[in-house]
């Protein structure tokens, strides 16, 4: 059985949940970096881009009872692999450790012209 999450602050570009909880598992769909106010991409470089959406991600969390803490395995996408030291540093201002296990992949494009994109699983308590 699963179940479909989504969050208010968190957008979807197309016919997909914004995480699906299964097996008190949240898998989370791809964020990309969109300011949910504005619903246009943040801008200030790839440090503002990757806190976006992580904004986003823990807000689809939120909506599902929970927290960075929870997550358990993280993909990021980058346009740009030579931006990996500056996502990097943003990304671990908003984990602890331990860190989730993390892939990160770098992509030709992604939806909207954004620089990352990304996704997560989180394993409920």
């Given amino acids: 059985m699963r179940k479909a999450i989504s969050a208010p602050s968190a957008t979807a570009v197309g016919p997909y949940s914004h995480a699906v909880e299964s097996g008190g598992d949240v898998y989370c769909s791809g964020q990309t970096p969109l300011d949910p106010s504005t619903g246009a991409l943040v ?4 440090e503002a881009q990757t ?5 986003n991600l823990f807000a ?3 909506a599902a009872g929970l927290g960075p803490d929870h997550v358990v ?3 990021v996408f980058l346009t740009d692999m030579g931006a990996f030291v500056e996502m ?3 990304y671990a201002s908003r984990f602890s450790e331990p860190y989730p296990a993390r892939t990160t992949i770098g992509v030709a494009s992604l939806p909207l012209g954004a620089d990352v994109e990304i996704e ?3 394993r409920g308590a």
């Fill in 60 to 62: 689809v969390l939120a």
């Fill in 88 to 90: 990097n540093a943003a």
């Fill in 43 to 46: 801008v200030g470089g790839i």
């Fill in 73 to 75: 395995k993280v993909n």
């Fill in 51 to 55: 806190h976006q959406c992580l904004d």
């Fill in 120 to 122: 997560l699983v989180a």
